[in-house]
């Protein structure tokens, strides 16, 4: 369990984490998202007791970090893949972390084989690749099979081999009952990983959420093709559902309607898939027979289509990515941040 | 306590550094074998006449040259290197009480050096010995006994300058600084402070770290000439700096952020 209270971090003019608040549950993946210089890493040394709160504080377990004793028994840690000095081999890199926590060499050589970095342990780090050395902190953060691990950014760098091996180790450990932040600045990366996110920037929690409850809130409608668009439109305007004519194309994000824009067209073209876009006065994008329905999900649309005999040829639910989501969060926390400034 | 000694003692046998300090210190014995093999030659060539008034550095004096060098090199670089690296941060999340962190990495390389100065200089001694062979040469005639004081001393203050050096290393962060600085104090300050004027030059020398292991302890054969310290305060000086530096260096190190 990690826990921020009210976390402030200022360092000079420049306050780097602002009243931030937010837990880490056990049995999760939790996805840490900023942008660049959003207070993430700020955050993860301030819970690892390197870097003093201004206010506030950020407790691991119930307490502060640096009351622990043998901290890597309860903390598995990866800040930063290149501090490691490069003359050092890798098993004595692990070998001294593991002496400093009373760990034994067995469980060095345990968790370079985890990694795969086995064949390399006699090796000097400085030779290592960016992607070699991410293993090595992974391989650090490991060594003594901690409830929790933070990971700062522990794709970079890797191949896409590596990026998966990641993926399924957190997955893993947190499948195991562990608490589990990753930091990330790409929401394509925790949208496949996390289970929660909690979303900061400019040092101020955005969002606090589950990546289904995030893709939720930006849920785009169901977009729905049919040869009988002006029947279907009523009778899901009638199911209480809000229709409009979809563009083809690109995600649709217009306001949501009222609903009659679609029904008040003249649908005449609906096999060839033209008229309406027209007739709704909009005037962009080819008009394609499509409609984009909102308030009804696929299943309730695909019953009532059934129920008045009417065929559908698709049936499509649509989100805004995530990774657009992101983009939306993140953009109005710069744009408060500009201001509060 | 344990772990971290012992952890810090794994890194310090880890890297190569540590093996070109205590490779320096191996050749500057060669180069005590050598030069007292050299002085031995020289006072079979002289005549009694002169070999009555023979003077010479004591067998050891090569080392005793290179050693506070090796002590600087060793107090900054376990510090310095892994602030440049960023490493230091790995080492607080392992080991996170601070004081205990800070100890480590100064007693380590101290200790470490201690005991390569006291092997150093007792096979420097014992080589000298052997190259004079009986020969009764000032400065090669004493005992092993009637070097140990001298020899004690100059080890003490080699882990002293090793111990100073790390809480330099932890106030500047920078191998280059802690360096030049830990040099300028051994080589630079004490010319400079020959050049006061009146007693000044004598008493500013006297009290600088490099010119207490002589004051502690004076190599037999070597004519006291600036025994402005008595052994004691001597030894309570070197203490004191030590302890300064030590708990600026605790103090300094705690409070950081890392």
Known sequence: ?341 | MIDALAAEWWKLRSVRSTFAVFGTVAVFVILCVVWSLYAAHYWDGLSQARRATFESAPPEQPLAIALPVCAVLLGALPMTSEYASGMIRTSLAAIPRRPVLFCAKAAVPGAAMLVAALVGLTAGVVAGEAAANGRPMRGFDASFLDHVPYLLAMAVTTAAITLMTAGLAVVLRSTAGTITTGMAVLFVVPPVANLLPGPWGERVWAVLPESLAGQMASPPGASPTRDDLSPAVSALLLAAYVLVALGVGVRVFGRRDA
């Open chain 1, 1 to 341: 369990m990690i826990e921020v209270r009210e976390l402030t971090k200022r360092y000079g003019g420049t306050v780097a984490v602002d009243a931030l608040s937010f837990r880490v549950r056990p049995g999760t993946v939790t996805g840490f998202l900023g942008p660049n210089g959003a207070g993430k890493s700020t955050t993860m040394r301030v819970l690892l007791g390197l870097d003093a709160p201004s206010s506030g504080a950020a407790l691991v377990n119930g307490g502060p970090y640096a009351a622990l004793r043998r901290p890597m028994h309860e903390v598995g840690a990866l800040l930063d893949a290149g501090a490691v000095h490069g003359g050092r081999r890798a098993f004595d890199h692990l070998g001294w972390l593991a002496r400093s926590n009373g760990i034994g060499t067995r469980r060095v050589a345990e968790v370079l084989e985890q990694v795969g970095l086995a064949g390399v342990a006699r090796k000097r780090v400085g030779g290592f690749s960016l992607g070699m050395r991410q293993r090595l902190g992974i391989a650090a953060a490991l060594l003594g099979d901690p409830g929790v691990l933070m990971f700062d950014e522990p794709v970079n760098g890797l191949d896409p081999d590596g990026v998966r091996w990641v993926r399924r180790l957190m997955r893993a450990l947190a499948a195991e009952g562990r608490t589990v932040l990753v930091s990330s600045h790409l929401m394509s990366e925790m949208e496949l990983t996390a289970d929660r996110l909690v979303v900061i920037g400019r040092g101020r929690l955005i969002a606090d959420t589950s990546v289904r409850e995030l893709a939720d809130r930006f849920a785009r409608g169901v977009l729905v093709r049919s040869p009988r668009p002006e029947d279907l439109a009523a009778v899901l305007v009638a199911a209480g559902g809000t229709v409009e004519p979809a563009r083809s194309g690109t995600a649709e994000d217009a306001p949501s309607g009222t609903g009659e824009g679609a029904p008040s067209g003249t649908g005449e073209g609906a096999p060839n898939g033209t008229g309406e876009g027209a007739a709704n006065g909009t005037g962009e994008g080819a008009p394609s027979g499509a409609l984009s329905v909102t308030g009804l999900d696929a299943a309730e649309i695909g019953e009532r289509a059934a129920a008045h005999g009417i065929p559908l040829y698709e049936v499509t639910p649509r989100s805004a990515s995530l990774e657009e989501a992101y983009m939306e969060l993140t953009a109005g926390s710069a744009e408060f941040g500009a201001v509060a400034s």
